[in-house]
Every structure is written in structure tokens, then in C-alpha cells.
């Protein structure tokens, strides 16, 4: 059979003559005001303190950043922005609290690319991202990499593949979760070279980081900045990566577009959503407000610390990328008939 690719829209970003950076091959809609309280003007928000949901637990990468940005936007909206870590069903419990929200300006939340699979993978939601949120605006993408234990000997995924074939289901990959995009993305390269390996799913990468350093796993697909570090003391071993053109940090290591998957692309992404009916002069304001902080020192550096790239864009932008990034995960998701354990 052959996979689904998962064709990320394009999310580059290039300077324009205003100093302003947009996303790419994204088009413009228009925003939907169903979603939005248009007609309510909020020319004074915000006038009360903010705060931000975020559905993975503190100190991770994902909290780190939107802690940084929460401070950035602390100083510049005059009004304490504070995060709130809602932690559990992949994000859903933090996203199901936000869509309850009362659609003041007072709470948002900090989502990452979780969201596209959760709306094909979990056929109980309490929510429905296109119909109970409205987007703000992309923050930053991060390049996914392709790594395996330095025991393994394979520098390339043509040797991978190679050594996959003579031994099927003699290796293990290990992933954050079942029907996550390490889980998903990692089904779509084993299906497209005819390869089968058997999937160790944990509670977090952190774990499975643990078992694929101790090699009890053989290999696994993450975000570039959470694998640097073993890559850089040679503890785990970079042979692709799963972005449209090479990652910087890593400029000797091949796409999969070059290593035999023409046109495939996977990315992990964050931006902030809204409660469906947040006036759309707010929406606008802190769409701009993001913008702003994304062009500080501080919050580049840290975006590529973590190997990202910083996004900018208008709600509409972001939101037909995430219509088109749910589209596409649920032909995944239906082509690997994933279920959530």
C-alpha cells in the first residue's frame, strides 16, 4: 500500500520591504466571523491580566518557549501574561479548556501541531478546534530529525533500509505516544521503503529518549532541538532529516527528499488560538503583539536554540494552514487506522 505523505505547507519566512516577515504558499482568507465577535469593539483590551494554556507539563521545550513569549508580551500589552499548564490527553484537556472560555481576551492558548492529529485521532473530543477556536497567529516551526543508536550500522537511510530488509522486525522505534507525529511520521517512512519495525511507545519523549540512548531502541524521529544535545556528544546519530530543505545546524545530513521520499515533509509547529467569538480587534492586537516579539533578540535566539524558525503571519494565514494540516493528518491517520490507547 503505498502511505499518505504528509506535505507540510511551505513555512519559510523571507523579509519584505517593510521589515515585516509573512509565511509562504499560505493565501489569504478571510477570517471567519462565525468564529469571531467582529462587531465587539475592544479598543482598551487588554485591561486585565492574560494567561496562556499550555498542555504539556513545565520546563519542557514547548513550556520553556511560551514562557519566554508570555514575558516578552508582559512588557509590552502593560498587563501581566501568566502560563497555566494543563497537562493530559495530548494536549486535549488544555485545548477543551480554552474552547469553555469565556471569549474575553483573557485566555488563549499555546498549541502545537498535536492539534491537526487530535482532531482525526480522537473520535470523542469535547471540542472541535474549527468550530469552539479561532486562530491568532504561527509562533515558530521546528525541523524534525531521523536519528538511530550509534550500534546501529547505518549512516544513510538507503543503509537503514538496506538493514531494515535483511531484518524484519528485529529492530525497535521508539516514539512519544501512540499516533503522535514521531509515531506517525516514522509509519510513513517504514510503509513507503516496505520496512517493518515494532513500535515501543512511551509516556513522553524524555523516556524514550532514556531507552534509545541505552539502546532498548533502535531509532526514533524528533524535533531537531530535543535530540541535538546526544547528537552533539555523538549518543545518538543523525541519517535524515524530515524538513523541505537541510536543517542549518545540521548541514551534512540529507532530507528524505533526497534519500528516496519525493515530496515528503514533516514539521512540528506552534501558535496560539483563541475562544471561538473573541472580537476580532483583539484577536488583531495580540496578532501584531506576537509579531513584535518575534523580531526580539531574545525570543529568535531561543526559537533557534530549539533549531526553529520564527513564523509570523495574519489569523487568516494560520488558519488555513491548520484546516489544511487536519486534512491531511486524517488521511494519515485513516490510511494507518490509528487508534489512541
Known amino acids: 500500500?503505498?502511505?499518505?505523505?504528509?506535505?507540510?505547507?511551505?513555512?519559510?519566512?523571507?523579509?519584505?520591504?517593510?521589515?515585516?516577515?509573512?509565511?509562504?504558499?499560505?493565501g489569504a482568507?478571510?477570517?471567519?466571523?462565525?468564529?469571531?465577535?467582529?462587531?465587539?469593539?475592544?479598543?482598551?483590551?487588554?485591561?486585565?491580566?492574560?494567561?496562556?494554556?499550555?498542555?504539556?507539563?513545565?520546563?519542557?521545550?514547548?513550556?520553556?518557549?511560551?514562557?519566554?513569549?508570555?514575558?516578552?508580551?508582559?512588557?509590552?500589552?502593560?498587563?501581566?501574561?501568566?502560563?497555566?499548564?494543563?497537562?493530559?490527553?495530548?494536549?486535549?484537556?488544555?485545548?477543551?479548556?480554552?474552547?469553555?472560555?469565556?471569549?474575553?481576551?483573557?485566555?488563549?492558548?499555546?498549541?502545537?501541531?498535536?492539534?491537526?492529529?487530535?482532531?482525526?485521532?480522537?473520535?470523542?473530543?469535547?471540542?472541535?478546534?474549527?468550530?469552539?477556536?479561532?486562530?491568532?497567529?504561527?509562533?515558530?516551526?521546528?525541523?524534525?530529525?531521523?536519528?538511530?543508536?550509534?550500534?546501529?550500522?547505518?549512516?544513510?537511510?538507503?543503509?537503514?533500509?538496506?538493514?531494515?530488509?535483511?531484518?524484519?522486525?528485529?529492530?525497535?522505534?521508539?516514539?512519544?505516544?501512540?499516533?503522535?507525529?514521531?509515531?506517525?511520521?516514522?509509519?510513513?517512512?517504514?510503509?513507503?521503503?516496505?520496512?517493518?519495525?515494532?513500535?515501543?511507545a512511551y509516556k513522553g519523549s524524555a523516556p524514550a529518549h532514556i531507552d534509545l540512548i541505552a539502546g532498548r531502541t533502535q531509532m526514533m524521529i524528533d524535533t531537531v532541538g530535543s535530540v541535538m544535545p546526544y547528537i552533539l556528544d555523538k549518543r545518538l546519530r543523525p541519517i535524515a532529516t524530515l524538513s523541505a530543505q537541510r536543517v542549518g545546524s545540521l548541514p551534512g545530513v540529507p532530507t528524505m527528499r533526497e534519500s528516496g521520499m519525493p515530496g515528503f515533509e514533516l514539521s512540528a509547529w506552534y501558535g496560539l488560538m483563541a475562544p471561538a467569538r473573541t472580537p476580532e480587534p483583539i484577536v488583531r492586537k495580540l496578532n501584531a503583539e506576537i509579531d513584535r516579539a518575534m523580531k526580539t533578540d531574545e525570543l529568535r535566539a531561543a526559537v533557534t536554540g530549539q533549531g526553529g524558525l520564527p513564523l509570523t503571519g495574519t489569523p487568516e494565514a494560520y488558519d488555513a494552514y491548520l484546516q489544511t494540516e487536519i486534512a491531511r493528518y486524517a488521511k494519515v491517520i485513516g490510511a494507518l487506522n490509528v487508534k489512541p490507547e
Not at 64 to 92: C, D, H, M, W, Y
Open 1 to 26: 500500500m503505498n502511505p499518505v505523505i504528509v506535505r507540510l505547507p511551505d513555512v519559510r519566512t523571507v523579509p519584505c520591504s517593510t521589515g515585516r516577515r509573512h509565511l509562504l504558499g499560505l
Open 29 to 200: 482568507a478571510s477570517l471567519v466571523l462565525a468564529r469571531s465577535g467582529a462587531g465587539l469593539a475592544q479598543t482598551d483590551w487588554p485591561n486585565k491580566p492574560i494567561r496562556f494554556v499550555v498542555g504539556f507539563a513545565p520546563g519542557g521545550p514547548t513550556d520553556s518557549f511560551a514562557r519566554l513569549l508570555a514575558k516578552r508580551l508582559t512588557e509590552q500589552l502593560g498587563q501581566p501574561v501568566s502560563i497555566e499548564n494543563r497537562v493530559g490527553a495530548n494536549a486535549n484537556i488544555a485545548a477543551e479548556l480554552v474552547a469553555r472560555a469565556a471569549p474575553d481576551g483573557s485566555t488563549f492558548l499555546y498549541n502545537s501541531s498535536s492539534m491537526a492529529i487530535s482532531a482525526s485521532l480522537y473520535k470523542d473530543l469535547k471540542y472541535d478546534a474549527r468550530r469552539d477556536l479561532m486562530p491568532v497567529g504561527l509562533v515558530m516551526g521546528v525541523p524534525v530529525a531521523f536519528v538511530v543508536h550509534p550500534s546501529l550500522p547505518v549512516s544513510s537511510p538507503a543503509e537503514l533500509v538496506a538493514y531494515l530488509k535483511s531484518r524484519p522486525r528485529e529492530l525497535n522505534y521508539a516514539s512519544g505516544g501512540v499516533g503522535n507525529a514521531q509515531h506517525l511520521g516514522m509509519e510513513m517512512v517504514l510503509q513507503h521503503f516496505g520496512l517493518q519495525a515494532s513500535h515501543i
